[in-house]
């Protein structure tokens, strides 16, 4: 017996475990059983779908002050959110770019929580997890086995990682301690004009501006202009900047443009500069055997961001950062002086794992990758990746072998850029094309986005996807065009409305 219970006056201690967990148990089977019939189902259902008014309203909901039993807790989420997805787990989303997730990886994420380890460190089996996936994202690369790495949220963040060892690597000044108004000579940065907005927030959040970092215009294949590279570093350096760190791009979220990776490495040698490589879409094509020369010098580079939640398909969140030079990266980060590593024995003589980013507390992102990894192997995920690459020219062909779309380029990996054409321009073309984009979605067919190259307006389709079918690519094509007729026919007059039913 509990003895505050049994001391009058005194408040029965509480907790979050359940009073019974012989029903929570069962609660959980059920759980799991309808989200293996959710993952299993997904095909049958729509992309995505508008959420009716009703479910709106119900996320206005205030605090809630008094308990309910978790049974009617799980049937709100049932109803009210498994039903509304954003998509990307369907065999037809293929907006923006991101990975389709796993059942495994999921299975990952639970554990993960189960067993609630805080990664800042210490030492325990987690951590030595964590360490390892980063060790497999430096094998997957070719990178040394002497680099550091770690995991982060996603690329942007494993960006801005990359990007502040470059900084405070390139200042000549103690930039941690006297900060980035005591530089002498103000840095640059330069990158193409396809680079991810994620640079443009990492430059501001360094204190260096957006206008350090310098966009070079790029060639008919979307990839850096090295010419004009060169040009740019020249002239700023005899206008008294410093130039400090080249950005390549292994897949830009364009059009999956892959600049010239060796070239730059080169280039960034000969002229002292850190080379950093965005490799969020392309830098695991280095896995994938009938793509991998593609990306062929990302090895080269002093750091590179990974994105295991988009071609490896974990859940979110997980991204990867990992830096040549072991040492710059943690003197980048490390608040924990050497002297006070760890004790030599016990829970803190493991390594402090937050002395290589921003965050302290860190979540356990290793499990979800190291479990599907494991479960598959990396070839396999090497295959999917040549499969996907595939799967776009596989549509290429398609859409040439259609004389109402039109192609933008030939596709350089998995996204594509086409539309629908019956002879009109300008904003026309757009409107038609944007209200063929919508009624896709509406419509639950398939998820595309759309963007903008050289000036004109495409859909856009990035099948990071490993549910997708070629079937499913015949379908977007028949539905593109019939909803491109159909549209036209209306003369565009429901362009600014919702769509008819
Ligand atoms: C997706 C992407 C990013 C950002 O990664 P997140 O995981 O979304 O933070 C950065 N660069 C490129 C080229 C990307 O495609």
Redesign the pocket.
């Known amino acids: 017996m509990d003895a505050a219970q049994e001391t009058p006056g005194m408040m029965a201690e509480e907790t979050l475990d359940p009073s019974d967990w012989a029903d929570v148990q069962a609660l959980s089977h059920r759980i799991v059983d309808d989200a293996v019939g959710y993952l299993s189902d997904v095909r049958d259902r729509p992309v995505w779908r508008e959420m009716p008014g009703e479910v709106r309203e119900f996320f206005t909901a205030p605090l809630p002050r008094s308990p309910s039993p978790l049974a009617a807790v799980y049937g709100d989420v049932a109803r009210n959110l498994m039903s509304y997805p954003m998509g990307n787990t369907h065999p037809r989303f293929w907006s923006w770019?991101?990975g389709s997730s796993n059942f495994t990886g999921a299975l990952g994420d639970f554990l993960a929580a189960i067993q609630g380890s805080n990664l800042g460190g210490g030492n325990h089996a987690a951590g030595l997890m964590d360490s390892q996936v980063v060790d497999w994202c430096k094998q997957m690369l070719g990178f040394p086995a002497s680099a550091s790495g770690t995991l982060v949220?996603?690329?942007?963040?494993?960006?801005i990682i990359g990007l502040t060892v470059a900084r405070n690597v390139k200042a000549d000044i103690d930039v941690r301690e006297h900060g980035v108004a005591a530089i002498e000579k103000p840095l640059r940065f330069y990158g193409s004009d396809q680079l991810?907005a994620?640079h443009r927030k990492a430059m501001e959040a360094l204190g260096l501006g957006n206008r350090a970092l310098c966009r070079i215009p790029t060639d008919a294949g979307l990839r850096i202009d090295l010419d004009a590279l060169r040009a740019a570093i020249a002239e700023d350096r005899a206008a008294g900047l410093k130039p400090a760190c080249i950005i390549g791009?292994a897949?830009?979220?364009n059009t999956g443009a892959i600049d010239d990776l060796r070239a730059l490495a080169k280039l960034a040698h000969e002229e002292n500069l850190w080379f950093h490589v965005?490799g969020?879409?392309g830098a695991l094509i280095a896995i994938a055997p009938q793509n991998a020369h593609r990306v062929a010098g990302i090895e080269w580079a002093d750091s590179v961001?990974l994105?295991p939640?988009?071609w490896l398909h974990a859940p979110f969140?997980v991204?990867c950062a990992l830096v040549r030079d072991g040492a710059a990266h943690r003197k980048t980060f490390a608040v924990t002086p050497e002297y006070l590593e760890s004790t030599p024995r016990g829970l803190a003589s493991g390594q402090w794992l937050h002395d290589y980013g921003l965050q302290t507390t860190r979540g356990f992102r290793a499990l979800k990758v190291w479990m599907a990894l494991k479960e598959h192997g990396v070839e396999k995920f090497g295959r999917l990746i040549d499969q996907n690459i595939a799967q776009a020219g596989y549509l290429t062909g398609l859409i040439e072998a259609e004389p109402r779309l039109e192609l933008a380029a030939l596709p350089t990996i998995n996204i594509v850029c086409f539309r629908y054409q019956p002879g009109l321009a300008g904003e026309a073309l757009k409107a038609l094309n944007t209200e063929i984009m919508l009624r896709l979605q509406e419509q639950g067919i398939a998820a595309l986005s759309d963007t903008t190259v050289h000036g004109e307006h495409w859909l856009r389709m990035a099948i990071t996807n490993h549910r997708t079918r070629r079937g499913d690519i015949d379908l977007l094509v028949r539905e593109t065009v019939r909803l491109g007729c159909e549209i036209a026919a209306e003369g565009l007059a429901s362009s600014s409305g919702p769509a008819p039913s």
């Open positions: 770019y991101m949220s996603g690329g942007s963040m494993a960006n991810h994620c791009t897949g830009t979220v965005d969020c879409i961001a994105d939640h988009k969140e991204g």
